[in-house]
C-alpha cells in the first residue's frame, strides 16, 4: 500500500512523528516505536522509514543501526543559538511586511493576536494557557510570514519555525509561558502598531527584541532546573 487519500504515506508518517515530537508525546531520547507508527497511519514499513531518514536530515532524530531511532536531544545552546537566529530572520520578514502588506491583513494579524489574548484567558489551566499561547502565536507569527510576501523564503520559514518548536519542547521541555504572555501580546501589538505606520525599521527592531526575550526567558527558566547542567562547557563559561 504506497498510500491513504491524497497524501503519501511516507508524508504521513512524516506528520505523525514530527506532531508526536512538537506536542511533546514524544519527548528528547525517547524510542521510537515503529510498530506503533504502523499501525496509527496504517502503513508498510518503507514509507515510515522513509520519514524517519528525512527526519534525520532535518536533526530531528538519531537512526543507529541495529539499536533504532531516537529522538534528538539538543542542548541548551543548541536552543538559544538557533532562537537567536531566527529573531534576526523573523525581524526581516517584519521589515518587509511594513513595505508588502495590505491594510486588511494587518487587520488580520491584529484579529489573530487579539484572539490569541482572549484563548489565553480563558483557559482554565495553565497547560490549556500555554497551548492557546502556542497556538495563537504560531498563527501569528506565520501570517506575519504570509503578508511579507517573500514567497520563495515562506517554506524556509515554516520549516525554521517547527525546528524551533522541536528544539525548545525537546531542548527545554514545559515552559510555563504565563508570565510572559501579557507582555508578548503587548509585543505584538506594538509590532503591528508599526505595521500600520510602513515603519520597517521599527517594526524589525520590535520583531527581534520580541524572539530575543523568548530567548532570555527559555534561559531563565533552565537556570532553575536541572537542564541548566546540560548546557555545554562554552555556556558555563
Known sequence: MESRGKQPLANQAYDHLKAQMLNGELPAGALIDIDA?????????????EALKRLEI????????????RVSTPSLSDVTDFLGL?????????????QRALPEE???????????RKAFNRA???????????????????????????????ELAFSLWDRGEFLI????????????????LDEHDEIIEALTRRDGVTAGRLAE??????VAEIQA?????????????????
Open 209 to 214: 527584541a520580541h524572539l530575543l526575550a523568548f
Open 86 to 98: 531566527f529573531a534576526v530572520i523573523e525581524g526581516y520578514f517584519a521589515r518587509l511586511a511594513a
Open 106 to 116: 494587518i487587520d488580520e494579524l491584529q484579529s489573530i493576536n487579539d484572539r490569541m
Open 124 to 154: 482554565s489551566s495553565a497547560s490549556g494557557r500555554d497551548e492557546a499561547y502556542r497556538l495563537g502565536n504560531r498563527k501569528f507569527h506565520l501570517m506575519l510570514h504570509t503578508i511579507a510576501r517573500a514567497t520563495n523564503l515562506n
Open 58 to 69: 532535518e536533526k530531528f532524530v538519531e537512526i543507529t543501526p541495529q539499536v533504532g531511532c
Open 37 to 49: 507508527v504502523l499501525a496509527a497511519i496504517g502503513s508498510s514499513r518503507f514509507p515510515v522509514m
Open 221 to 237: 527558566h533552565a537556570s532553575k532546573t536541572a537542564l541548566a547542567a546540560q548546557a555545554e562547557p562554552s555556556d558555563r563559561g
Open 169 to 184: 519542547s525537546a531542548g527545554v521541555g514545559t515552559v510555563r509561558f504565563g508570565e510572559r504572555v501579557e507582555a508578548a
